[in-house]
């Protein structure tokens, strides 16, 4: 019986550990936007919702954070349809060096963004395209592409090639096929490659501060803040990007889920 | 709508292994066909070949008399039923079976008219804003087939559409698509390795071993006048008996056997092309063993066989009797028969039963 005791205690202590190893940073950000003071250093006063207040009257920031949110949404939505057209190709057709190109598609997967970052940057500038939202947003779908791809292929199953056979047999052309066969039928894994990547993109920083400008995502506008110093406003900023990021997850979660279910 | 298929010396080839040897095969318009055979044989690949969905090495398909060999699945009067029904599993019933129709532009007026006419026809109507994810395996099936029936085509082929059923449920729906056959009237081409399947709903069965065809003819024929000793065991139980052509003349059949030499008459069937000095089998169905006490025109007599064992089937007896060459043979004796297992019975044959066939 002691034994058994001390087990449990032994796991439950390890998992608290775990758990406020990986959250509590996060805690500390979000706890301290609420702080009633000019520093985001013990002690806790407060709270207070000022430094929210302060947040969403900087124009700067809320530009920022509208910059963000058209990367994500476009580059994601690139993202998805390259990723679902590659998925298509290299799981429904006889393609030479097969087993080569799906590495070679996955492979931007283990290089570090920075890394992608530097690339794009020299590219550009040797063809002298000068950096813009446009170019943030060309580093996510280089970024996002090899997810969405893993994603949508690893649910492309061999059932569902007689299914698109049985589509054409009626008359269906290639393109009716995959528009309203193949895709409706992965909209589970689409909607939840989509809903990944718009998180990536959306708090992504090195690509988005390498290859940004004048124009800024909100992780860039909150790495300048940081740069005059500690404020509870960068906090708050911060908790606003996560909740969003929260958010997206939930909504993925809700609506792939329930397309899941009903399928 | 419906079509006669002829095809015309179809071989097909997978890198260097021959799925299909030279097959020549008519099957006529608004008839039920079954391709029958073991698994490997062919018949699945000739159905693939029939839909467009493979290019034939060599050969031709024609649809009355029009050569379809190299048109895509969409624009041939085939279509095809597939094994996993391959329903559409994101749209309703009405959907499912509106697609065809729809890829060929007709009006959603007339599409929901035409689905909810061909879902009544397999008894569906009242569940069509279902899905398929919805339905039973017998319910999936009826509507893979109302599917298939709403583009109207000349040629339905069904790729053992009963595979995944049970056995209570697979027997009924036999009888219905024979049913739905015979009030479309479209020709049906229906693959299975289940030789009861094809007796229950062929007007003719083809039997196909090897990438051949061995066998065609109505399943009575092919029953009774089985064309290889390949047919005759896979078309129920055959014993068979090796042996020897002596000699031929048009009374009498002489073939010599482990039982000794036996006097067959003419008009049991004889396989064409055989002659004196042929190796020939003698085939004899269970049933064709007669009860013993019976009076026959052309009894054959085998001698004393020993009762190995007996089955009581409700109608019938099944004994294994262990005959005087040495080998088992299968007996199928009235219910009121009862003999002792280990006792002896002399096995007699109905001589007018008996088929001649080439040995393999």
Not at chain 1, 68 to 92: H, P
Not at chain 2, 176 to 183: G, S, W, Y
Not at chain 2, 197 to 220: C, H, R, W
Request: aromatic share 8%.
């Amino acid at each position: 019986m002691a034994r058994r005791y001390i087990q449990t205690t032994l796991t439950t202590v390890y998992a608290a550990l775990l758990y406020g190893f990986i959250f509590l940073p996060v805690g500390v950000l979000v706890l301290f936007s609420f702080q009633d003071s000019r520093l985001p250093i013990m002690p806790f006063k407060g709270p207070t919702l000022k430094w929210y207040e302060a947040v969403l009257a900087d124009s700067r920031l809320i530009e920022s954070m509208v910059n963000s949110l058209i990367v994500a949404v476009s580059s994601s939505l690139l993202s998805v349809v390259l990723g679902f057209l590659a998925a298509y190709a290299l799981a429904r057709f006889y393609l030479p060096g097969k087993g080569w190109q799906r590495a070679l598609l996955t492979a931007p997967l283990t290089v570090s963004y920075l890394i992608i970052a530097l690339g794009l940057m020299i590219l550009f500038n040797a063809l002298g395209v000068s950096r813009s939202l446009w170019t943030i947003g060309v580093g996510h779908v280089v970024i996002n592409t090899p997810l969405c791809f893993a994603i949508i292929y690893s649910q492309m199953g061999d059932h569902q090639i007689n299914i698109e056979r049985a589509a054409r047999d009626l008359g269906a052309t290639e393109w009716q096929t995959l528009l309203l066969i193949t895709a409706p039928m992965m909209l589970p894994s689409i909607l939840a490659s989509f809903f990944l990547a718009m998180t990536f993109s959306w708090d992504e920083f090195i690509i988005a501060f390498l290859l940004s400008r004048f124009d800024v995502t909100l992780p860039v506008e909150i790495w300048g803040l940081l740069r005059s110093g500690l404020s509870p406003k960068t906090n708050a900023a911060g908790s606003l990007v996560f909740l969003i990021s929260i958010g997206l997850l939930i909504l993925a979660e809700l609506m792939v889920f329930r397309r899941m279910k009903k399928t | 709508m419906t079509a006669r298929v002829d095809i015309a010396q179809l071989t097909h080839r997978f890198g260097s292994f021959t799925a299909l040897k030279d097959i020549d095969l008519t099957i006529a318009a608004g008839s039920f066909a079954v391709l029958l055979g073991p698994s490997g044989c062919g018949k699945t690949t000739l159905l693939s070949v029939l839909g467009g969905f493979l290019r034939p090495s060599a050969g031709s398909i024609l649809l009355d008399g029009q050569d379809v060999t190299q048109v895509p699945p969409a624009k041939r009067g085939t279509t095809t039923m597939f094994q996993d029904y391959a329903l559409f599993p994101h749209m309703n019933l009405l959907d499912n079976v509106g697609f065809g129709p729809r890829m060929r532009g007709h009006s959603r007026k007339r599409r929901r008219q035409q689905s909810l006419q061909l879902l009544e026809l397999v008894g569906l109507h009242s569940e069509a804003q279902k899905k398929p994810h919805e339905l039973s395996g017998g319910q999936r099936q009826r509507v893979a087939l109302a599917r298939a029936l709403a583009v109207d085509p000349d040629v339905l082929l069904l790729d053992e559409p009963l595979g995944a059923l049970d056995l209570k449920l697979r027997r009924q729906m036999q009888d219905e698509l024979k049913a739905i056959q015979k009030r479309v009237g479209t020709t049906f081409i229906h693959v299975t390795h289940d030789q009861e399947e094809a007796m229950a709903i062929a007007d003719e069965i083809i039997v196909m071993n090897g990438g051949v065809v061995v066998d065609q003819g109505s399943p009575e024929s092919i029953y009774l006048h089985p064309a290889s000793t390949f047919s005759a065991a896979f078309m129920g139980d055959a014993n068979l008996i090796d042996g020897r052509v002596l000699a031929m003349d048009s009374h009498t059949i002489t073939v010599t056997t482990e039982f000794g030499q036996l006097n067959l008459n003419a008009f049991c069937n004889v396989n064409q092309n055989i002659g004196s000095g042929d190796r020939i089998c003698v085939c004899f169905r269970p049933e064709h063993v007669l009860p013993p006490g019976t009076i026959a025109e052309h009894p054959i007599d085998l001698g004393l066989a020993v009762i190995r064992d007996s089955t009581f089937f409700g109608s019938h007896q099944r004994y294994q009797l262990l005959a005087a060459d040495g080998s088992i043979y299968i007996a199928q004796l009235p219910q009121s028969a009862s003999m002792a297992r280990d006792s002896q019975m002399p096995l007699r044959l109905d001589g007018l039963s008996l088929v001649v066939l080439r040995a393999e």
